[in-house]
């Protein structure tokens, strides 16, 4: 907005400054009175473009209202497969390395815990004693998804 502005503003000053570069080149009159009333009137002319600017610049600022938007929730067949991102683990087992969402963080932050499938539910043992959760492979493969928020 302020950028159109800025460019309005130059592109006037720019056509007065070529319009009095005009009036200069021409050679010197017995009128020369001619030449002062026409930078006048250019003067006056500016001065009356720029306080209609200011007016119409203020009025638009005074009746532009900002209401805050709230999206609209997802549908709970959409909702439904997305779990949440905090409750992704990255566990250092016996075995290697595993990702899985844990059983707890996914009661606590997940309403669809129960329709979870059973198939992908895991108890892992990590340095810290037996963890329970759900395989994120697992989960990934029957179209369960990460949510991004």
Same mark, same amino acid.
């Given at each position: 907005?302020?950028?159109r502005i800025?460019?309005q503003f /130059?592109?006037?000053?720019? $056509?007065? $400054?070529?319009?009095?570069? #005009?009036f ?5 009159r ?8 026409a930078?006048?009137?250019l ?5 009356? #473009?720029?306080?209609? %600017?200011?007016? @119409? ?11 805050? *938007? %709230?999206? @609209?929730?997802?549908p ?8 949440p ?9 016996? =075995?290697g %390395?595993?990702? /899985?969402?844990?059983? =707890?963080?996914? !009661? !606590? ?14 108890? *892992?043992?990590? !340095?810290?004693g037996?963890? #329970? ?13 990460? $949510?991004?928020?």
């Amino acid at each position: 907005m302020t950028l159109r502005i800025h460019r309005q503003f /130059i592109g006037t000053v720019a $056509a007065a $400054a070529i319009a009095i570069t #005009g009036f200069t080149a021409v050679p010197a009159r017995a009128g020369d009175d001619e030449v002062g009333a026409a930078l006048a009137a250019l003067l006056g002319l500016a001065i009356v #473009g720029a306080v209609i %600017h200011e007016k @119409k610049k203020d009025r638009r600022e005074r009746h532009t209202v900002h209401t805050p *938007v %709230h999206p @609209k929730p997802l549908p709970k067949r959409v909702n439904r497969k997305l779990l949440p991102q905090k409750c992704l683990r990255s566990l250092h087992t016996d =075995r290697g %390395h595993r990702r /899985i969402f844990g059983q =707890r963080c996914l !009661n !606590n932050h997940y309403k669809f815990t129960r329709s979870l499938p059973a198939a992908c539910h895991r108890d *892992v043992y990590t !340095n810290r004693g037996w963890r #329970g959760g759900y395989g994120a492979r697992c989960l990934s493969r029957h179209g369960y998804q990460l $949510a991004r928020r």
